[in-house]
């Protein structure tokens, strides 16, 4: 999805100073973000892609139900207090 930045000015321009601050303040945290990898991202930037097709049991495991936990009982089981899927 493209977004122009004029659309991301006027967004800004409309908010209250405070809220254009913390803005401002996100804007540099992405920044940084994105400039740093952790370490092994190159390792994993310059490897061969996977393109080796799924073992039966792999597609057999995908495929199952097995060990799959809803959003309400891992909400129950962990104490959570946040609504999950």
Known sequence: MVIRKEDI???VERLP???????????????NRSAKKPEGWDKIDKADPDDEPLTEEELRQLNSD????????????????????
Do not use: I, S, W
């Open 9 to 11: 000015h006027d967004l």
């Open 17 to 31: 100073e405070d809220d254009q601050k913390t803005v401002f303040d996100f804007m540099q945290y992405l920044l």
């Open 66 to 85: 097995v060990g799959y936990v809803t959003g309400e009982d891992a909400r129950r089981e962990f104490g959570l207090r946040v609504d999950l899927p």
